[in-house]
């Protein structure tokens, strides 16, 4: 029985190193492979003036759907940096995700928000939804107040009430460099074929945010915070890819089915990001 | 390795696969630490590169701007400029021709005409992205003595490098570009649609005619018929009014309907809504709901019992752009009755009438 137990842990000391011989491998392959589309991807982007791509008149319309759940200390200076990006066409709309809190208070102070009417442009089933505000002082801010469903069920939300043809899902507390969306449009542009691309992610948590948008400046505290950053990375890795050219991150843009700003009912959004986002912010 | 295994000190097993296994963990290992040396001194070579151009930047930009100013002191500048380093110059005079028009953007392109040969050399590059790059440059700094160049790179193989050449000969402007660019939009199929309608409409006035032929010619695809229907509308060209009610009544394609209808939407008269009013019953969602949006715009008190009718259209756009139109066409206070309910109509009703407010 002695030799049959070492016999069994030698084995399974074979089997995890090989696992980790492979997965090393598997991230030097990759590394290889990213540092030539890397180099491409900056020669590319010489030869392409963003600036110039994104003319007023041939920018895509994005709403950015955010939903917000308990995020009172954090929520409007949020909100104010997502009002400041630079980009011709493009929307807020904010879901309360039945906040136990005072973020639906200190939203509706700080933006002169007011009951509006809305209509919904699509039919996903989601929780109640108790009432739409509208932005006195900035137009382009809208808030979706409902009832507590969920991260996916507050982003299915937000797009039953999007108009535009692209819509961005991010968290109510995520920070945007100001030419994001000037980049992240970028795909939809030079492929009419694509339906989702994904930004790139820097992990704020716990870091102190030096100079807003524009220029942001986030600084660590502490290695504990790495390792938790690591995790956050690892767990992104993992979630499938969306669309014909998905991208992974925190922050991905999808275009809506249909024609133009008369578009259909897009399908629901997928979920499992969600609960890994959650965890992770707690 | 033999004597180590032997010699005790190293108790491992000398079992084959343990020792491949320990073969594959040391050679990836040396790989990475290469990997890891290579990016750093990468790294290392960026930065001193970045380094060195910012203090060529710095030494060029006061010579070029007095370049511009007084075009006797190009020789000046040229003097500054290393053989080595004409490639870099050209790439850091880029930068101040995006932002400089007319005589600035001349003069720059006096200071970058002699090393505008050795761009036009990298035309012929194996990598697209050299390629895309020179085009850029000899678009931007070298038209018109390199415009064979620039129109030869439209039919390049490369979609990147066809695109970069298609915006710099749009952004020229020279309506002597607008027929050869027009002739080749089904190259750029992959592209979004408005995105290149846009780049056309920046050609200018004059391409508004050869944009007008383009979408009544019958026997184009109506993918690009759909282009030019986008570039007249972001133009607003009263003139196409006719042709696109044309479109509408004889073409079968329905993006190609809807994008006639949308641009018939922003310069059609009254007249054209005859065509339209049997599309605000088309089983089509989006062609329903861009009629309703013309006759919204375009018609009178007679098309509003087809307004109020769609305001039940299961469609959401269809029945706000009808509830937009009732209150255009007189049925305000139709409108202000249906809001008293909380109904889908009333609802619709409601935003209509907010909506006036806020324009």
Known sequence: LTELIWGAIGAFNYVVLAYFVVLNAVYLATSFFAFGALRRYALRMKSLDLTELIGSSSAPSISL??????????????????????????????????????????????????????????????????????????????LIDKENGGKADALNSGLNYCYTPIFCAMDADSLLEPEALIRIVRPFLEDATTIAAGGILRIANGCLVDRGPPGLSVRPHGMG?????????????????????????????????????????????????????????? | VEELLSSGWLRVSREPTLLALIAVVLALSL???????????????????????????????????????????????????????????????LQFARRMRGGESEALRSVVRPYMGLIAERCDSDRVEVRARAVQSLGMLGLPEHEDLVMAAVDDPSLLVAMVAARALAKAGEPRYASALLAKVHRFKEWDRLYLASMLAAMGPEISAELRSGLANEAAEPWTRSVMAEALRLRTDFESGDVAAQVVATTDDRDLTVD???????????????????????????????????????????????LVEALDDDFTWAALYAARGVRENGGRGLLLRAAESDDRRGRLAAQALAEEGAA
């Not at chain 2, 960026?46 to 710095?58: G, H, P, Q, S």
């Open chain 1, 65 to 142: 759907l955010a939903p917000a759940y308990n995020e009172e200390r954090t929520c409007v200076e949020a909100v104010r940096s997502l009002l400041t990006l630079e980009y011709p066409a493009y929307e807020v709309i904010l879901v309360n995700d039945g906040s136990t809190d005072g973020t639906l208070a200190r939203l509706i102070g700080a933006f002169e928000l007011e009951p509006a009417s809305r209509i919904p442009t699509a039919e996903v089933a989601t929780a109640p939804v108790r009432e739409v505000y509208h932005s006195r002082s900035h137009p382009a801010l809208w």
């Open chain 1, 225 to 282: 915070r790495a390792e938790g950053d690591v995790d956050h990375i690892r767990c992104l890795r993992r979630v499938p890819p969306v669309g014909r050219r998905g991208r992974r991150g925190v922050r991905d843009r999808y275009r809506r089915g249909g024609h133009g700003a008369g578009g259909a009912a897009a399908p629901p959004l997928p979920g499992p990001r969600a609960p890994v986002q959650d965890r992770l912010r707690a």
């Open chain 2, 31 to 93: 790989v990475t630490i290469a990997f890891s040396m290579y990016a750093v001194l990468l790294r290392f070579q960026n930065e001193r590169r970045d380094a060195r151009r910012a203090a060529l930047a710095e030494r060029w930009q006061s010579a070029l701007l007095d370049a511009i100013a007084d075009p006797a002191k190009i020789p000046d500048l040229h003097r500054l400029v290393d053989d080595n380093r004409r490639l870099h110059f050209v790439g850091f005079v």
């Open chain 2, 260 to 306: 006639a209808l949308r641009l018939l939407a922003e310069v059609g008269r009254p007249a054209h809504t005859a065509v339209v009013r049997s599309k605000a019953r088309s089983h089509d969602p989006a062609v329903r709901a861009q009629a309703l949006r013309v006759l919204g715009r375009l018609g009178g008190p007679e098309d509003l019992p087809i």
